[in-house]
């Protein structure tokens, strides 16, 4: 589930800060303090931190879950780097997630500049356009699959209605890509353009009022004063939408398991839908290949680390300017 | 004056006409499942397509009972759901409180440490998770659900913001001066203030794990013992070609629960989604 975005933080009351000439006491004595907030650390120590220490300690070695260790050294990472069916995989999901994304992000800031100069129905439309959201991605690829359907879906039906050929959507590399984009936008766009609502209605109104007695348009102000300020929201859902976006797992398993051959992690025909987290699934507990599945698990990592980098430093240098 | 009267009244038209456009692309995927769980499979692959709803619901409700234990799984999703949702609120709300209005040694690295693991990705942990999962005896048992999720770092961090506002010092003091300890200070004075804080969360926490989907997937080993949304995968998986009707049902049954905590709880959610920017 996404995280909320601008969380407000009121300004700390004097009161607040640590009294200026505090008794020295001994570490002991916040106990009950260090009781409170231990669950959380005592679960990550248990299904984070050591987990994640552990899956290092196993991409260097060969193991299928059940027999002995075997050293590996680094032979897991060589093999990864000339792993074309990883870096297939690479180059699927940064395709799904650019298909997605773009259209996304253009759809909803068009929704929030709608959404923030009508008067009437605002809630109605927010109710509704936050609703696909929260639907179960689950129920929501099931659906998807049969919109997509080559024999009786309702995209082919249209089609066909137009005049134009039918497309085995499920069945084609674009096809498969163009149908787990679609599904994603559909599922985000809502969730976005509240977001980005929320960021334009923090735009005091004497700026518009400004602009207008310039004699500027609504696209120039839009582009002159809106999307200037609106920056830091847009830089929190590109990242928001690239961690997610590339970690797409259950959309593409789900939509495509019926005409998987092999296994149901396996993405489709040719592998055309299978991204980064479905290689690792595939991978790890079909193949039981456990050393390599680390390797590839802190290979999606650095993926996603350096994509969402680059995302960041795109969007900042464009403010710079 | 006329004339912009009538413009703007013009640009009012277009402008709801375009978002009640978005607001049947929007709605349109459920009623396409309403419309396919309504039908029967003959018909369904029949063009040219239905676009109205049809006479066989009850029908493929019957056909999804009999094909998996539709009710257990659900019940299985309610335990998980409901147990992590309590945690959760008990756990990051009693960090939050801690982190938001005491000082004490580490608190500041602490803090570091829990945003640090807020980044930290799921399927780095899913292996070793597994095994260590796999050596307690809990594979296969909602439990390899439950326990992980109990207490996270959004939650704690979330609390935390909300009550560094809504909690007054001046309260905690008086509290204190009252005789009253940690605990009660926690229970009767902090918590009662972040109620819409804690509903926020509490509806955000029951319906990502209502949705969970990757780990109850792995975890869930026994076919006959999963949760909702593994059971509904199943049925996609395997029956997917023969009866579309059916896995319409169970994926339209599926989302009614979740439907209803949103109904109740919309007003919070997208509020606060909001809210924050607004103030």
Do not use: C
């Not at chain 1, 299928?64 to 990472?77: F, H, I, R, V």
């Not at chain 2, 692959?45 to 094909?67: Q, T, V």
């Not at chain 2, 982190?99 to 580490?106: M, Y």
């Amino acid at each position: 589930m996404a995280t909320v975005p601008v969380v407000e933080q009121p300004p700390p009351t004097a009161v607040a800060e640590a009294p200026a000439v505090r008794p020295r006491k001994g570490i002991l004595s916040y106990w009950r303090l260090y009781a409170a907030i231990s669950p959380f650390y005592l679960l990550f120590l248990a299904f984070g931190l050591i987990p994640v220490g552990f899956s290092l300690y196993l991409s260097f070695h060969r193991w299928d879950g059940l027999g002995s260790m075997e050293w590996a050294g680094l032979a897991q990472y060589q093999y990864l780097l000339t792993d074309s069916d990883f870096w297939q995989s690479i180059g699927n999901t940064i395709l799904i997630w650019a298909l997605a994304t773009f259209p996304m992000i253009f759809l909803a800031m068009v929704t929030a500049v709608m959404l923030n100069s009508a008067v009437r129905f605002k809630n109605v439309y927010r109710f509704a356009y936050f609703l696909p959201n929260v639907t179960s991605i689950v129920a929501v690829a099931i659906i998807f699959g049969s919109v997509f359907s080559t024999n009786f879906g309702l995209m082919n039906a249209l089609l066909q209605a137009v005049g134009l050929d039918q497309v085995a959507w499920l069945n084609t590399p674009w096809g498969i890509k163009v149908a787990i984009a679609t599904l994603m936008t559909w599922q985000w766009t809502g969730y976005n353009a509240i977001i980005f609502l929320a960021g334009l209605q923090t735009i005091p109104s004497d700026l518009y009022e400004a602009a207008r007695i310039d004699g500027a348009g609504p696209v120039q102000t839009f582009f002159r004063v809106t999307l200037p300020l609106m920056r830091p929201v847009l830089l929190f859902v590109l990242v928001v939408s690239t961690v997610t976006g590339l970690q797409s797992f259950a959309e593409p398993q789900v939509l495509l398991q019926t005409t998987a051959n092999e296994s149901t992690f396996s993405g489709g025909p040719d592998h055309a839908g299978r991204t980064m987290v479905l290689y690792f699934f595939q991978q790890t507990f079909d193949n039981n290949d456990f050393g390599y599945g680390a390797a590839v698990a802190w290979g999606i990592f650095l993926v996603v680390v350096l994509f969402s980098i680059i995302n960041w430093r795109l969007v900042q240098r464009r403010g710079e300017e | 004056m006329a004339s912009t009267i009538k413009g703007s009244r013009r640009r009012g038209i277009a402008l709801h006409t375009v978002l009640v456009l978005g607001l049947l692309l929007s709605a349109f995927p459920f009623y396409w499942a309403v419309i396919m769980s309504t039908h029967t499979s003959t018909e369904i692959f029949s063009y040219p397509p239905k676009l109205l709803p049809g006479p066989h619901f009850l029908e493929n409700a019957r056909n999804l009972f009999d094909n998996i234990d539709f009710f257990g799984s659900m019940l299985n999703s309610l335990l998980v759901a409901t147990s992590v949702t309590v945690l959760v609120l008990f756990f990051d709300s009693l960090a939050a409180f801690v982190f938001a209005k005491f000082e004490f040694p580490g608190r500041g690295l602490l803090f570091a440490l829990l945003m640090a693991i807020f980044m930290v990705p799921a399927q780095l942990a899913a292996i070793p998770q597994f095994v260590i999962m796999a050596k307690l005896g809990w594979i296969g048992s909602m439990t390899a659900l439950i326990v992980p999720a109990a207490a996270n770092a959004f939650g704690i961090f979330w609390m935390r913001q909300y009550m560094k506002g809504a909690i007054h010092d001046e309260l905690l003091d008086a509290s204190k001066l009252d005789g009253a300890g940690f605990l009660r200070q926690y229970w009767h004075v902090a918590l009662p203030v972040v109620r819409p804080g804690l509903a926020f969360l509490g509806i955000f926490t029951f319906m990502g794990q209502w949705n969970d989907y990757a780990w109850p997937l792995i975890a869930l080993t026994n076919p006959d013992n999963v949760t909702l949304q593994v059971a509904l995968s199943q049925l996609n998986g395997t029956h997917g070609t023969t009866d579309y009707g059916m896995v319409m049902t169970g994926a339209l049954l599926a989302l009614v629960p979740l439907l209803i905590v949103f109904a109740i709880g919309a007003r919070q959610i997208i509020g606060d989604l909001g809210k924050g920017a607004i103030r």
